[in-house]
Nanobody, 123 residues
């Protein structure tokens, strides 16, 4: 079974940084994209970022470009999301998720996702 274990959320003031981690297990191929989507109170889920298991190519939502960096440690089977210059609007529950390669990159198309980790950014 695929398991995704996310951690690293917390409370930070605006302009601060946090680093999320997602330990993944149970994959039998590299034909996937792994990353994060988030859900803020009263808002729809949105994809934040993902990285290809095949070639390491990355995707970022426009509002995260230049502030967030996704990376993957293949030896540890762990994906990281370094978040800098955080804003109050980044407050959300962040979910680690896996999409099959070629799948339309929207939250509801994720094949697997783990429990969320809360990120709260105070102004």
């Amino acid at each position: 079974d695929v398991q995704l274990q996310a951690c690293g959320g917390g409370l930070v003031t605006a302009g601060g940084s946090l680093k999320l981690s997602c330990a993944a297990s149970g994959f039998t191929s590299d034909d996937y994209q792994i990353g994060w989507f988030r859900q803020a109170p009263g808002k729809e889920r949105e994809v934040v970022s993902c990285i290809s298991g095949r070639d390491g190519s990355t995707y970022y939502a426009d509002s995260m470009k230049g502030r967030f960096t996704i990376s993957k440690d293949n030896d540890k089977n762990t994906v990281y999301l370094q978040m800098k210059s955080l804003k109050p609007e980044d407050t959300a529950v962040y979910y680690c998720a896996v999409w099959v390669s070629g799948t339309y990159l929207v939250p509801h198309a994720a094949r697997y996702w783990g429990q969320g980790t809360q990120v709260t950014v105070s102004s």
